[in-house]
């Protein structure tokens, strides 16, 4: 197998790290506090709407608007934080997100709510930041564990974080929500400054800014013009993707002809970077697609569907499936440095798509479907904690954080893809559609399998062995 001698991880391999479990667990807190940022409002959309007045459509486009910044955020932060402490990144992030958690709370109106929530989007530099400091701080087997925790406590509390935001919204209306979210924000503000080193920058040279800003603008045209299928017409939409693949273009002349890169040209077209990040989009498309889309319109459909509750949808599909995440991440993180990251990540996605074709062919019965959510969690778990490690891992040694960054905002245009491809198939919702669409998620994961054939890079292997 591949020694990971490109990798400070490697370096540090076999050795303990003084203070490690303290550092992991409030990186985890930290993470936990950013992903309650996207968990806890959607059970309350409904409330928010109608308490400041708004259509259900408005408050979808704020939330949009979050998404969008927040992987903008991503590249651009996580890109400077290569040349920045990552303890005052993460520590400022936290302070505007909880910011923005407050201004939420006291909107008296939608303009001051759409603020708020757009300052919440900082929240998402906190993970492609918490990647950088364990790539440098831990030991390759503390890496592993720490990596199944981290993509665990990026996919919720085991769902229990919107079943407390339902009862809340229940209870006292959306504000109070928003105000838990601000003082769980605050007591991480004081658990990152306290227990995370102080880590000052790597990268040499200046920022290029003009790189981190085409390449962002790019990626959100893109996602853009993916989420617009469907809601916009065509030429919107194909000018929004165009767009996309001329700033694309753009940023790799400059990247040419730049004296300190973001990301060389020749690292860009390598199998340790587009492969990655190629196969984030069609994992994320097809599982997240499936089961943050098709299952709940499915569950709560009363034609074609089961016509649960949301709660009782909540409880029957997205606890359980968030349970085995939090239960099976942590397990794929402590084998990936054993069996191989790009081998985890291929036994995850080969694993998932008999699941979805099975749930395809038995659509009409809800305790399959439910069978094959929990089958779909564990490979959801397996593929998402190989693919954070990775783009860890692969990253360039003088831009650590560029690839996380991008990585992170390609999730963004996965699921933005996988719920454009499910709508549009879904249609009036027969069942029929609701088959197509798994249908089409299972081949998206077949051919993120296959692209995963083409990583290349020495991120797959066991500690202090070669191949």
């Known amino acids: 197998m591949d020694q990971l001698v490109s990798s400070p991880v490697a370096a540090a391999a076999g050795r303990r790290t003084a203070g490690s479990g303290t550092l992991i667990a409030s990186l985890v807190l930290a993470v936990v506090a950013c992903q309650l940022c996207i968990s806890m409002p959607t059970p309350a959309l409904p409330d928010i709407a109608d308490r400041l007045s708004v259509s259900t459509a408005a408050v979808g486009f704020a939330q949009a608007l979050f998404f969008l910044l927040g992987g903008l955020l991503s590249v651009v932060v996580s890109a400077y934080s290569d040349h920045s402490d990552s303890r005052r990144l993460m520590t400022w992030a936290l302070v505007v997100m909880c910011i923005g958690s407050a201004v939420v709370t006291a ?145 790799c002349l400059l990247e040419k002809r730049s004296a300190h890169p973001l990301i060389p040209v020749a690292y860009l077209r390598s199998r340790r970077t587009w492969p990655v990040l190629l196969t984030s989009v069609l994992t994320t498309a097809g599982l997240l697609g499936v089961v943050n889309y098709v299952v709940p319109m499915l569950s709560q459909h009363h034609g074609s569907g089961f016509g649960m509750t949301a709660t009782v949808s909540a409880l029957l599909f997205i606890v359980p499936m968030c349970l085995v995440n939090v239960v099976f991440a942590p397990v794929a993180g402590s084998l990936a440095p054993r069996v191989g990251w790009r081998r985890m990540l291929r036994y995850a996605l080969l694993f998932s798509v008999p699941a979805l074709m099975v749930l395809a062919v038995g659509i009409r019965s809800r305790w399959l479907v439910f069978a094959m959510v929990l089958v779909i969690g564990f490979g959801l778990a397996g593929a998402l904690t190989p693919l954070n490690g990775l783009s860890a891992l692969l990253a360039p040694q003088d831009s650590p954080t560029v690839l996380p960054g991008v990585n992170s905002a390609c999730y963004g245009v996965g699921s933005s893809l996988g719920i454009a491809m499910s709508s549009s198939l879904i249609g009036g919702k027969s069942t029929a559609g609701f088959q197509s669409a798994v249908w089409a998620a299972a081949g998206a994961v077949a051919l993120a399998f296959l692209v995963s054939l083409l990583i290349a890079g020495n991120g797959d292997g066991r500690e202090g062995r070669t191949r």
């Open 107 to 251: 909107a008296p109106g939608f303009g001051v709510f759409v603020v708020g929530r757009l300052l919440q989007s900082a929240s998402a530099v906190v993970f492609p930041v918490a990647l950088r400091v364990m790539r440098q701080k831990l030991s390759a087997r503390e890496f592993g564990r720490a990596m199944g925790l981290i993509t665990a406590a990026n996919g919720g509390i085991v769902g229990l974080d919107g079943l407390l935001s339902g009862r809340l919204t229940d209870a006292f209306g959306f504000r109070a929500v928003f105000a838990v979210m601000t003082v769980f924000g605050v007591a991480t503000v004081f658990a990152v400054r306290t227990l995370v080193p102080s880590f000052a920058g790597t990268a040499t040279g200046r920022m290029d800014w003009a790189g981190v800003l085409t390449l962002s603008a790019g990626l959100g045209s893109v996602e853009l013009g993916i989420g617009a299928a469907g809601r916009a017409g065509p030429v919107a939409v194909v000018s929004l993707l165009v767009l996309g693949a001329v700033l694309f273009a753009a940023f």
